[in-house]
């Protein structure tokens, strides 16, 4: 017979927002705004402003609006933050410089790049694609997860979506998604090319660093049965299929790391399986951009 996949009950509804609503809840009392040449980008935490102000006497100024970082050109506002930067890190001011850029944007326009680990102290949106893989077996709707590797430098162990990742710099959607397939769940092009347009969801949540603030590309990955994703650069150090009130389970037990949590629950919605009318989806659909 088949077994049919049962939408999330009732309470669970309810659990999934409350853990959602306090997961992301961000409380700004004592927060400054922070603008780049004139634009409004960043957001500070005490520390951050107070260590700006040691830094940059010559650059920085504070008004009523917040700190304003006047540079002569995008190339200048780059090298001052990235030696800034490197400079906090060489004194232990913060961990995990990954030698990797991300775009500072504003809007759809690429201002310049940014070693991606200063984004949280300095409150930058940064952008990342996030792939949910759903696959039937017996006529039960599974997920596919992965188990973060030990040794990432942010959420170690912890369950994530089958492919999640940040847009490098100068890259576009296609190009991260093609990439981290691949890199992590080693997913062929030919699978890739199936994803249907994405949902942008804004992801906002106080971290030890300072501020998470990204735009979060989820797509919804229809993985055939006979594929077996298989992790290509060691980020990844197993994948399991779960079914969906095991998968939500997971997320209450807060075994996956936010971001994964919030991209798994909106798939939830996408396939049905969560009520397009409880306050859950509403708080989601409040997310999107």
Known sequence: ?????????????????????????????????????????????????????????????????????????????????QNLGRDWYDLGLFEGWRNEAFDVVDGDEALFSLERSLFRPLGLLSKAVHINGFTERDGETLMWIGTRSPFKAVDPDKLDNLV????????????????????EAGLGS??????????????QRLVERGLHREHLFCYDLDVPAHIQPENQDGEVAAFQLMGIDEVVQAILDQRFMHDAALITINGLLNKGLIDSKHPLSLWLYQQYC
Request: with cysteine.
């Open 190 to 203: 030919n699978i890739m090319q199936t994803l249907a347009a994405p949902k942008r969801i804004l992801s």
């Open 164 to 183: 999640g990742g940040g847009v490098g710099s100068g890259e576009c959607l296609t190009e991260a998604c093609l990439r981290e397939g691949f890199e």
């Open 1 to 81: 017979m088949t077994q049919l996949t049962a939408m999330v009950s009732a309470q669970q509804h309810n659990d999934l927002l409350d853990y959602l609503t306090r997961s992301f809840a961000v409380d700004f009392t004592n927060w400054q705004n922070l603008s780049l040449n004139g634009r409004l980008l960043g957001s500070l935490n005490p520390r951050w402003q107070q260590q700006l102000q040691l830094d940059l006497p010559n650059l920085l100024q504070m008004t009523e609006q917040g700190f304003h970082l006047e540079c002569r050109d995008w190339l200048h506002c780059a090298d001052v933050l």
